[in-house]
């Protein structure tokens, strides 16, 4: 037993010297160049990771279980993960200066042609398939609407970095689609309705609907499609508001259709990393609306509130999933430290930082940088460890699973690679001055 | 945050001083006649526990997401563990004196008639819901048929318990459609078929099945029923010999339909807890048949080197996945420690040595005693805990949750009471010397 123990216990939290919460709030912080400097570096070798290990030049499309070294260990192509790094290569190329290369447009393109290929069901009924075979062939379907949204998203980003209006037909027939199964009906996702449920809003769809939405307005700057989807967009942020409970102290996973708390686990469910992208996602549509209550109810309930919440004060990082009443949550991970909220928290607080100057939201975004920094990060082979326990210890070594591909990071390094550039060039806050990290 | 520290966090191991493997092995470990007194005092705690807390006399049926102290968290109706309950309180009924009593019966009766009044779809298919609500209605159903699998053991159960030929008919209508959609045709269960899938043997299907005849078969010693499904048990038997791979060494869950190892991280999955309790299905076959060949390969591969590989050597407890390979397992659980495999190895290995007389296999049971009586069981609020974190802390505080009822726990004790008295009787081992424990 003694392999089992060598591959899967070392403890990089412990190597380091640092633990959790207390570490952060004990350390000097970096100044906002350091800041850049680092995140860019990260990008770099994050990118250089998946360009390198991932594609599958044989069958097309890419691997994205890969091991800490970047082995693949599984060859299975799981749809959101193919759509998402498609989307990713293409956001790269179209928004900094030195990912606009052949290459990364090559990336981009070749796995769009997968996508295109193989994700989308030959049936008319634009549902998409779960996972495939290395060589394309149907695996499994989910009898959800995310697997459309993912692949619209690669669309719409592929119509920016080629202006092919095939990808443009594409991305708005799909989001159409996705607007109809989310606010009219979505029996044809084969979810039976039966006599006992009733109607129940969950967080992820609005806040998914809402970013899709920005893409093709905000993002690709068209008017006609802006005012397309106004409507929808509204719709979006009311759905999402419904989730604020008690008093805007609580964002909740789950709420009746009419925005009232639901009895049970899943009406407590609090999911911080989910209510903090949301927050962002928020902030995204003030930039566009400039509702100075929205953006209130952005930072304060969204994100600072459950931040504040969410981050483990004994051994630092976010929990997975909290129950409002203290209830012991049913998800097996509630105490573990994934990767990808701590992405959405990166982004969150420093755009909002951005937006307000508020030093206390710099502060708390130097706290996630450090724990990150010291816990996430794998600066010699590249790419991020995905999964913590709750003190810190890795407990899965792989770089890419089912549910981690090059997406979280990467869109993460690149917003705030951007958003620090600007704070540097703005030089408001001294850019050489470390920022003293908080939790508070 | 101080509340959810003080909810989550606390540590019974670090309590009790005690800290896993190691511990373990410095111990001296118990007699076989004082186990025998701790595994029946905790199974009247057991049964005290659900009687006191889960039953909903309102609207029938069973709570099962139970607090550590009992209170309901969740009125949420699985169907799993409606049936498992029936099933359960049946059984102890049929099976120890001291639990034949009109209040078991009326608790085992009551239950099944919320079963038969709601669990089953009804039209006509046979199909079985998986959730309901408190009043049974239905909330989700699975594209499986484990619902199916649970109901028919309560109705078996009850039919012992009652003679009521009702319960009978029930039991073996339902074993016929599950034999059907297990060896014939599952296209009723709703999952679609796409191309890319190729056949996969999973060890669940094979080894429930194997239970659920038996149960009809050796435990209702109907003469009719036993050549009716000795077809049934033989295909099972051959099934669940498929899994075992690389000469005899490992239990893979799942692998291809003619017994080849399946690529990826489904085809290298180890569920230790999983191979052993199929060990001590193969070792109850061979209670009926007399197989000494199977009884070799249930002993030495399912049970014994399988909680040799899963038995975690640094803190003790059976991991709940690993992969053959040592590649890291994408299951997020994969370290942490459950109650049921335990449950299952203890069972597993006082069969083993009931049968054999083996002295290692009873050391290996006392070492999984002492680590579930220092980590699981709550001597004050009755029960055990079900989930805790590799090194052995409690990560979720309740008792009973969406997977974890009336059943493990119980069944486990049920069947440690029975073979330790036995054991005690023979006097073959001198009954009030300790057994040292060993992981060897």
Chains 1, 2 share one sequence.
């Not at 030049?57 to 299975?76: A, I, K, N, P, R």
């Not at 997975?320 to 012991?328: Q, R, T």
């Not at 703005?426 to 050489?432: L, M, Y």
Request: glycine share 8%; net charge negative; aromatic share 10%.
């Amino acid at each position: 037993m003694e392999e089992v123990e060598e591959v899967y216990t070392g403890s990089r939290a412990a190597e380091m010297e640092v633990v959790g919460g207390e570490a952060c709030m004990g350390s000097p912080g970096h100044s906002l160049k350091e800041m850049l400097g680092m995140v860019r570096a990260d990008l770099d070798r994050t990118v250089n990771f998946w360009l390198r290990n991932s594609h599958d030049l044989q069958c097309g499309g890419f691997f994205t279980c890969l091991g800490e070294d970047g082995h693949m260990y599984d060859d299975t192509k799981y749809t959101w993960l193919q759509s998402r790094q498609v989307w990713m290569y293409a956001r790269l190329y179209n928004e900094l200066d030195r990912f606009r290369t052949a290459e990364m447009l090559e990336a981009a393109v070749n796995g769009g042609q997968f996508v295109m290929s193989h994700v989308k069901r030959p049936d008319g009924t634009w549902k998409c398939y779960f996972s495939l075979t290395r060589q394309g062939q149907p695996l499994r379907t989910q009898r959800t609407l995310f697997a459309e949204c993912f692949y619209m998203l690669a669309m719409a980003e592929l119509f920016r970095a080629t202006g092919d209006q095939k990808y443009r037909g594409e991305a708005v027939n799909m989001l159409n689609q996705i607007v109809h199964w989310a606010r009219q009906d979505d029996s044809a996702l084969g979810r039976e309705r039966l006599s006992g449920q009733t109607g129940v809003s969950t967080l992820a769809v609005p806040m998914m609907l809402l970013y899709l939405t920005q893409e093709l307005t905000t993002t690709m700057g068209d008017p006609s499609l802006t005012a397309q989807y106004e409507d929808a967009q509204q719709w979006c942020v009311t759905e999402i508001l419904k989730h604020v409970q008690r008093g805007g102290s609580v964002v909740l996973e789950n709420v009746s259709a009419d925005g009232q708390e639901l009895p049970g686990s899943a009406g407590r469910l609090v999911n911080p990393g989910h209510a903090i992208e949301a927050g962002w996602f928020l902030l995204r549509r003030v930039q566009a609306t400039q509702d100075s209550s929205l953006q209130q109810v952005a930072l304060s309930t969204f994100i600072t509130a459950s931040f504040r919440r969410g981050w483990d004060p004994q051994h630092g990082g976010l929990f997975s999933f909290l129950d409002v009443d203290d209830e012991s949550p049913v998800q097996l991970e509630w105490d573990m430290k994934l990767w990808w909220p701590h992405c959405e928290t990166l982004v969150a607080l420093l755009m909002g930082y951005s937006v307000t100057k508020d030093a206390q939201l710099l502060r708390q975004f130097s706290t996630v940088f450090d724990y990150v920094y010291s816990h996430f990060v794998d600066k010699k082979q590249g790419e991020w460890y995905g999964y913590l326990n709750r003190r810190g210890d890795i407990t899965h070594r792989f770089k890419g699973g089912p549910w981690k591909g090059f997406f979280h990071v990467p869109r993460c390094l690149l917003m705030c690679e951007t958003m620090l550039e600007k704070l540097v060039s703005e030089n408001t806050q001294q850019p050489s001055t470390p920022v003293t990290p908080t939790m508070e």
